[in-house]
């Protein structure tokens, strides 16, 4: 059964404190592996997409790299305006629609002054 | 582009009333989706849509209909409300199905529904 698990469930920095966050996935064949950011009362919103062991992906504070089992969302020097939840999610090369993604329960970030 | 839209935001419904809630999206994308996402949960697939005239079912597709008559449009429908359908519910779209890269998910802003 494909599955990701996503840990810390909560996180709390201090600003300028670099971090990672960690998604742990279990998928028949990875289609691809996704990270979004979700702010309280909002949809999730797309950050990266990564298709193969060995990737990596930049967008000013964050980092996301890929191994064959886990994807890594390095925070670097945060800022309070960094605080969300970070959701993690996969694609399968198998199964009803390769276009669904299965998701993780999130990381919950805080980034305090 | 207004990207991904949803009516209403918010919603309270007695059990067993019947509501729909809209999802659009202007961006010509063929692949549409619809997640409740519940406390300690995550977000869970309900239906989707690969194309006009195209659904399935996914995770959690219990209680819930949905119809794709234009590529816009993507409706989902609750039969007859219960409260475990007290959730908040997100519609996204994607260029492709997922058969190729540059496939990534946009959500709407979603909808808190309420069933008491």
């Known amino acids: 059964e494909d599955q990701v698990t996503q840990s810390p469930e909560a996180l709390r920095l201090q600003e300028g404190e670099s971090s990672s966050l960690n998604c742990s996935y279990t998928?028949?064949?990875?289609?691809?592996l996704f990270w979004y950011r979700q702010d309280p009362g909002k949809g999730p919103e797309f950050l990266f997409t990564?298709?193969?062991a060995g990737e990596e992906k930049e967008k000013e504070r964050l980092k996301a790299t890929l191994t064959k089992k886990e994807s890594f969302l390095h925070i670097t020097a945060p800022k309070p305006e960094d605080s969300a939840t970070y959701l993690c999610?996969?694609?399968?090369?198998?199964?009803?629609?390769?276009?669904?993604?299965?998701f993780g329960k999130g990381t919950k970030l805080s980034v305090k002054p | 582009n207004a990207g991904v839209t949803q009516t209403p935001k918010f919603q309270v419904l007695k059990t067993g009333q019947s509501m729909t809630l809209q999802c659009a999206q202007d961006?010509?994308?063929?692949?549409m989706s619809w997640y409740r996402q519940d406390p300690g949960m995550g977000l869970r697939l309900i239906h989707y849509?690969?194309?006009?005239?195209?659904?399935d079912q996914g995770e959690v597709p219990n209680g819930y209909n949905v119809s794709r008559s234009t590529t816009e449009d993507f409706p989902l429908r609750l039969l007859s409300a219960a409260p475990s359908q007290t959730s908040v519910y997100f519609c996204?779209?994607?260029?492709?199905?997922?058969?190729?890269?540059?496939?990534?998910?946009?959500f709407g802003p979603g909808t808190r529904l309420t069933v008491l």
């Open positions: 996204a779209s994607s260029y492709s199905p997922g058969w190729t890269r540059n496939n990534e998910q946009f």
């Open positions: 998928v028949s064949g990875l289609r691809g």
């Open positions: 990564l298709y193969s």
């Open positions: 999610a996969v694609q399968s090369l198998y199964g009803g629609s390769q276009g669904n993604l299965i």
């Open positions: 961006m010509n994308h063929e692949y």
């Open positions: 849509s690969v194309g006009a005239g195209i659904t």
